[in-house]
């Protein structure tokens, strides 16, 4: 391939480099500009000569200051410029913006299954929830047991989820930040995708009891202190699973419409591409979708805050807008009894995919949010039940930002330009990643390549389709993802800003 850069704005005075084995020192570009170093896939190169002080400018904002003077063609490392300031977060333009009503997409539908409470699941799953760390090994042995000796007989049942986590004990269950984890566990212990009617064990005497967990709701509970060893307290819980299963296994898919879906949106192991590529393209098929009547969560707080400028004047309203300062507030706050900032986010492998930090890495990952307008803001551990595009505010850990999501979505989207194996064990991960080179190297594990939009190739709107299609395929049952496939996964990580004892 030629010596080849994606300049993204007008305004942008450095660009980044396509070629998969980067550019070397002389190599000319088809704008007259040369190289005057070595520069690898993915990092930045000048356009133009830059002053010491002047802005250093991508997606058509500034992601940082020169240092000192950078000539034309030069590669623009993470020490050559300082780190912006954070939007002050009480003088941004607020509901200003708010994207035009958009065509109604009619007529696109899934199979899923229609539970009772109303939620449609993408799956048919038994769901065995706990209620402390404590009993996970023994969920996890009766998981296997159930798979391995009873599941065959009930072939309309897609698997057996233990939803096992740290939390339940050893916390100050009363503290006001214990109503994250609670919440968020409650939720996805009653999720779609396992019909909203798990079985529930417990220890005994553990502080999330069950009617903590599940308030309103009476789950068939098997607590371990009640039986006579570990024998007993298997044979306990398969003989109820059996009774489970034989329920659902009279469960079938139907016809649903695609306003049904709740998809969360989320990033890890991002790159420079990442902005370019895969996030783009989940933007417009989250535009799609939220023109089909779904719900879209995006997430992240530190991956959010340097561009939260571009995103309150999408609120539906100012009281949106507000509530969506509200949640950077709390978090600038939250990072700052831990004496750290949002700086704090950005990894070795995102600075090695070309990222200089994390305002950069942010004007990034809000592409995932599509151009539409932001209908509601949800709080960590909320269920998000509005429709439309919704801000949930997660942490941007990719572990806990997928277990904070999955107590609304019944699928998931996971953008990545550095690779990750990562996967949930009760909704489809699809994965898009946004380098060609990634998606040759992991044939077996990206679902989706967006690299093709860097090169031409392919467009934003074309991968968009793409996603938009295979998200209904998976969510019907008639496509399985990689990390389905074979079985990654990841352990859930409720967040928890509460003190643990």
């Known amino acids: 391939m030629k010596p080849l850069y994606v300049k993204v704005h007008p305004r942008d005075n450095v660009a980044i480099i396509v070629n998969a084995e980067g550019v070397p020192s002389g190599a000319a570009f088809d704008s007259g500009l040369h190289a005057t170093e070595n520069i690898p896939q993915s990092h930045k190169v000048t356009l133009t000569t830059l002053e010491k002080g002047a802005p250093i400018i991508r997606y058509g904002e500034v992601i940082g200051h020169a240092l000192d003077e950078i000539g034309p063609g030069r590669w623009v490392r993470e020490d050559m410029l300082s780190l912006p300031q954070a939007p002050p977060l009480d003088q941004l333009s607020l509901a200003t913006r708010t994207a035009p009503p958009q065509e109604t997409l009619e007529g696109y539908t ?19 929830t706990t209620t402390v760390q404590c009993v996970a090994p023994t969920v996890d042995y009766a998981v296997r047991k159930i798979e391995t000796e009873i599941l065959s007989r009930y072939p309309n049942v897609d698997g057996v989820v233990g939803i096992t986590h740290s ?70 819980i398969c003989e109820q699973a059996e009774k489970r299963l034989a329920i659902l296994d009279q ?62 004047p999408r609120c539906a309203d100012e009281a ?78 990719d572990f806990i930002c997928g277990t904070q999501q999955l107590a609304s979505m019944n699928m998931h989207v996971f953008t990545t330009g550095e690779g990750s194996p990562y996967g949930l ?49 998976s969510a019907s049952g008639r496509k399985k993802t990689w990390a389905e496939r074979w079985r990654l996964h990841n352990a859930l990580a409720p967040f928890n800003p509460g003190p643990v004892t």
């Open 110 to 128: 899934f199979e899923g299954f229609r539970n009772t409470d109303g939620s449609c699941g993408t799956r048919n799953l038994l769901g065995i």
């Open 167 to 236: 939390y339940g004990c050893g916390v100050a269950i009363d503290a006001p930040g214990a109503k994250v984890p609670i919440a968020t566990l409650g939720h996805i212990s009653r999720h779609a995708n396992i019909a909203g009617d798990p079985l529930v064990v417990s220890l005994g005497c553990e502080k999330m009891q069950p009617s903590r967990l599940l308030p309103f709701f009476e789950p068939n509970v098997i607590r371990l202190q009640d039986n006579l060893g570990f024998q007993a307290t298997i044979a306990a």
């Open 251 to 312: 469960r079938r898919r139907t016809t649903i419409p695609a306003s049904e879906l709740n998809v969360g949106l989320q990033c890890g192991g991002s790159d420079a591409f990442s902005g370019v590529t895969c996030n783009p393209a989940v933007g417009y098929a989250a535009d799609l979708l939220v023109r089909a009547g779904a719900t879209l969560m995006f997430s992240e707080v530190t991956e959010v805050r340097d561009a939260i400028h571009l995103l309150t």
């Open 320 to 397: 949106t807008a507000r509530k969506l300062i509200e949640e950077m507030h709390w978090y600038d706050e939250y990072l700052a009894r831990g004496y750290s900032d949002r700086a704090a986010n950005t990894t070795p492998g995102n600075k090695r995919g070309g990222l200089a930090n994390i305002v950069e890495k942010a004007l990034g990952s809000v592409a995932k949010a599509g151009s539409g307008t932001i209908h509601h803001v949800a709080s960590h551990g909320e269920k998000v039940t509005a429709k439309g595009l919704v801000f949930a505010a997660t942490p941007a850990s």
């Open 425 to 473: 064990a009760m909704v489809p991960v699809v994965k898009v990643s946004s380098r060609t080179a990634l998606a040759e190297k992991w044939p077996d594990l990206i679902d989706i390549n967006a690299g093709a939009i860097a090169t031409g190739q392919a467009t934003i709107e074309d991968v968009g389709w793409q996603l938009f299609q295979y998200l209904l395929d």
